[in-house]
């Protein structure tokens, strides 16, 4: 399965995500495009059978700034039936924590993506490289879950 990761990031979490996944999902044998928001266009997408789109939280819930014309973009591209999943880094202090992932959980949707498995949220206060690295190979153990057939989550 070929996979698009497309994200932003403010402090480097959100990127050392995007490439741990990407190198996890890689050890699997599939194929992997890793992208920054700035350098993709929505359209791009509908190439490949998976999408992952991450971006960190700003604010008390909102996108980064550097992610809202990619969101605004991918929102109008008809993805229908593409596996896709969202993830992000926060910060914990804050009320909505990672709220970014659940947005673009919902634009993944509205675009007819099938969601994977829910997103994944680091906490950018608490987590070290470590954790993030093995926060990553486990939700790539999920997404494989559902390439094998076993379980939809």
């Avoid at 993805?79 to 992932?101: I, N, P």
């Amino acid at each position: 399965m070929n996979t698009l990761i497309v994200f932003t990031s403010m402090t480097g979490t959100t990127e050392m995500m995007a490439y741990a996944l990407a190198e996890a999902i890689e050890k699997t044998g599939d194929e992997v495009v890793v992208k920054d928001a700035f350098d993709s266009f929505a359209e791009e997408l509908t190439a490949f059978e998976r999408i992952l789109v991450g971006c960190p939280t700003w604010g008390d819930g909102d996108l980064s700034d550097e992610f809202i014309d990619f969101y605004e973009e991918m929102v109008q591209v008809d993805l229908t039936g593409k596996k896709a999943a969202a993830f992000g880094s926060g910060d914990s202090s804050y009320e909505h924590f990672a709220r970014a992932v659940d947005i673009l959980e919902e634009g993944l949707k509205t675009c007819g993506c099938d969601i994977i498995t829910n997103g994944l949220k680091v906490d950018s206060r608490s987590c070290d490289e470590e954790e993030i690295q093995a926060k990553c190979k486990w939700f790539v153990e999920k997404l494989m879950i559902e390439k094998q057939g076993c379980v939809k989550l």
